[in-house]
């Protein structure tokens, strides 16, 4: 999910197996991410700038808003735009070109708005010129986040991708292995491509609250019991929000002061908390549930919800959401099932209510069961009730019960009462950790087990072209099966910002390959985009992990960079 936290690596797999065709993944499956939907109306909320210097002009032979393109090489024709002007009435792109000198005639400029699908500007008029072009479309950008212009042969029609709809006038994105990124069109039939972003409007000196911020150009949700509200976008190319990275913004603009985003997004999430008290794995930007009909209350990003509410609450002195904190917690302590674990009853956090891939329900993942002892400590500290105290209990034995004496285990099958002695999770060293502290209840030693985590270390991240030639960023990639190493090793920064975190607490002077956890840090930030946003992964060949601005990546670098434990207790 881009964001791949294992269970999410495991629920794209049940997905894609289901034949669901949502998107959780950017990069994998079908990214048409629903059924289309109509041109949202223009938002009174939106705010147009008058004239500003375009700064994200996206694959353009000028820059590029992510440090690692998923392109191998710059393309033959520069194209991009160099300026962006906005009023409510008209949006206009100027730009660049490198098309020979008397060849312009032969060439079309196309301009499609994204909202949940591409939208082609059909009254948009285009002049270009000698090494310049200018497209004017005659209105606002509305709800769109992103345009993307497209140069193409004269003699070739835009609309006949098989993706497109030419009586609708839109296309589906898709997702091809040349780029990772939704696009209109398929950039093999382009002679060139570009793309620029309408961001919502920031305030934040910070810069990762400004990335978090300006993710918030989401449609309105209206109706909710405490009035409007938006989800944050998971990944700047993408109308996915997973229920995780709600909770990881507003965990972030809680600790940030920025009590008005915060609200927003928990706004929008009281109206989609479901008869249960919990809420789905994923939504689409404007609300829509992104795996109905199935039934995915995932227990971990549920109790991460809680963390959120949580963290809303102690910042800002608040029991404003408390009913809604109060129904989630209820619901999460119905989901604690009896299991024996080496002779002994425990109870787990199941991964789900529902076998939506068969034997789901008997899952109990390590994870889960540190998100929920985090959420009840939490709730407990700052709400009381000895049924929430001892949830957390029992959270924290069932997590100490996967501890086997050197590491965490992955989990445990209760199909097959089994424990998950193969799998290894870069958060399963970390964010035990993080939640339980360095050492357990009855003195073991968590913290030993971080220097196993070097096994994940990686020092070729590449985020190296067109215009940053930086080599060698430091971090981890993501898990280990059955111990040997993947063979696409990359950066992942949501895992890697969590590593360091852990390494702080527990290993001060631990190093991997000479790297201690200041320097992973010191060179993590240089992946931050023009955007101020955290790619989710540097240049990889892995479906699951992009190059685009994340949620995930940018909320675990506020926390990195600021000291900031979102399992911390209160």
Not at 8 to 28: D, F, H, N, P, R
Not at 242 to 262: E, T
Not at 431 to 443: C, E, F, H, P, Y
Not at 519 to 539: C, E, F, R, W
Request: glycine share 10%.
């Amino acid at each position: 999910m881009i964001q791949n936290r294992s269970w999410k690596k495991a629920e794209q797999t049940a997905i894609t197996a289901l034949g669901v065709g949502m998107l959780l993944l950017a990069g994998s499956g079908d990214s048409s991410a629903g059924t289309p939907q109509a041109v949202q109306k223009q938002s009174s909320e939106k705010k147009l700038a008058t004239v500003a210097k375009s700064p994200w002009p996206v694959w353009s032979g000028l820059d590029f808003i992510y440090n690692e393109p998923p392109l191998q090489a710059a393309p033959a024709t520069v194209f991009g735009v160099s300026e962006l002007t906005q009023s409510a009435t008209h949006t206009v792109f100027s730009g660049v070109h490198s098309l020979p000198t008397g060849t312009e005639q032969n060439y079309r400029i196309g301009v499609f708005f994204h909202g949940d699908v591409f939208y082609l500007q059909g009254d948009a008029t285009t002049v270009i010129g000698n090494g310049t072009f200018r497209v004017t479309v005659p209105h606002g950008v509305g709800s769109a986040d992103r345009a993307v212009l497209i140069m193409y042969p004269s003699t070739y029609n835009p609309m006949s991708s098989p993706n497109c709809n030419p009586a609708g006038g839109f296309c589906s994105g898709r997702v091809t292995p040349a780029t990772k990124l939704p696009l209109p069109i398929d950039p093999v039939s382009l002679t060139a491509f570009t793309a620029s972003y309408f961001g919502a409007p920031v305030t934040s000196a910070d810069r990762q609250i400004a990335g978090l911020q300006s993710l918030m150009n989401t449609p309105v949700i209206t109706g909710g019991p405490y009035g409007n509200g938006k989800l944050i976008r998971s990944f700047r190319d993408m109308d996915s929000a997973f229920l995780y990275d709600q909770a990881l913004a507003v965990i972030a603009f809680s600790l940030a002061g920025d009590r008005a985003n915060a609200e927003l997004i928990i706004n929008a999430m009281a109206k989609l908390q479901g008869p249960s008290g919990a809420w789905m794995f994923s939504y689409l930007a404007d609300g829509e549930d992104a795996n109905a009909p199935l039934d995915m209350r995932i227990a971990g990003s549920n109790a991460w919800f809680g963390m959120a509410l949580n963290a809303y609450q102690k910042a800002f002195t608040s029991t404003k959401y408390l009913s809604m904190s109060i129904r989630l917690h209820d619901y999460m302590i119905n989901e604690l099932i009896p299991i024996s674990i080496n002779g002994k009853v425990q109870y787990g956090f199941r991964f789900a209510p529902t076998d939506y891939v068969a034997g789901r329900s008997r899952i109990f993942a390590l994870e889960h069961q540190l998100d929920a002892y985090a959420s009840f400590h939490q709730f407990y500290a700052l709400n009381g009730g000895a049924k929430y105290t001892t949830a957390a209990t029992k959270m924290r034995n069932m997590s100490e019960a996967l501890w086997n004496g050197t590491r965490f285990l992955a989990g445990f099958d209760g199909n097959t009462n089994t424990l998950n002695n193969n799998e290894r999770y870069l958060d399963n060293y970390s964010w035990s950790v993080l939640a339980l502290g360095n050492r357990g209840s009855r003195n073991q030693n968590f913290a030993g087990a971080l220097p196993a985590m070097c096994d994940y270390f990686h020092v070729l991240g590449k985020l190296d072209y067109p215009s940053r030639k930086v080599r060698g960023i430091v971090g981890f990639y993501d898990s280990i099966y059955n111990n040997p190493a993947p063979v696409s090793q990359f950066v992942w920064s949501e895992g890697s910002l969590g590593a360091v975190m852990a390494m702080r607490q527990g290993a001060s002077t631990m190093t991997c390959q000479g790297n201690t956890a200041d320097d992973i840090l010191k060179s993590m930030n240089y992946m931050v985009d023009k955007l101020h946003g955290m790619p989710y992964a540097t240049q990889n060949t892995n479906p699951d992990f992009t190059s685009s601005g994340s949620v995930a990546g940018t909320a675990w670098l506020y926390y990195a960079n600021r000291g900031r434990n979102p399992y911390a207790h209160y």
